[in-house]
C-alpha cells in the first residue's frame, strides 16, 4: 500500500509565494513521474507540474516562469514551489505518483492541500 502524505498550502496574498511537498511511502516501487495537479471549484483537475525520475519537469502554460517543480528521488519527494501566486491559482492542490512494478502501473493521489490566493 502507498500513502502520499502532502505538506504545505494555505492563504497567500498576491504576488506572494508557498511551497508545498508531498512524500510517498509504502511499497513504492519503480517511479515513472510524480507530479501536482489542482482543482478550482466548479472546474476540471489539470496538471500543474509534473516530474520523470530521469528529471524531465513538464509544466501547465499557466504557471510557466512561476511554479517550480523538483524531487528528492531517494526520499520519493515532489517539491513545488511557487512564486508570483495570483488569485487563478486558488486550488485544491493534489500530488500524483506514477509507479509501477512489473508491467503493471499504478497511480496514486494524495489527499490534497488548499491553496488560496487572496487580498
Known amino acids: 500500500q502507498v500513502q502520499l502524505v502532502e505538506s504545505g498550502g494555505g492563504l497567500v496574498q498576491p504576488g506572494g509565494s508557498l511551497s508545498l511537498s508531498c512524500a510517498a511511502s509504502g511499497s513504492v516501487f519503480r517511479v515513472y513521474a510524480m507530479g501536482w495537479y489542482r482543482q478550482a471549484p466548479g472546474k476540471q483537475r489539470e496538471l500543474v507540474a509534473a516530474i520523470t525520475s530521469g528529471g524531465s519537469t513538464n509544466y501547465a502554460d499557466s504557471v510557466k516562469g512561476r511554479f517550480t517543480i523538483s524531487r528528492d528521488n531517494a526520499k520519493n519527494t515532489v517539491y513545488l514551489q511557487m512564486n508570483s501566486l495570483k488569485h487563478e491559482d486558488t486550488a485544491v492542490y493534489y500530488c500524483?505518483?506514477?509507479?509501477?512494478?512489473?508491467?503493471?502501473?499504478?497511480?496514486?493521489w494524495g489527499q490534497g492541500t488548499q491553496v488560496t490566493v487572496s487580498s
Open positions: 500524483n505518483l506514477d509507479c509501477g512494478i512489473g508491467v503493471t502501473r499504478y497511480i496514486y
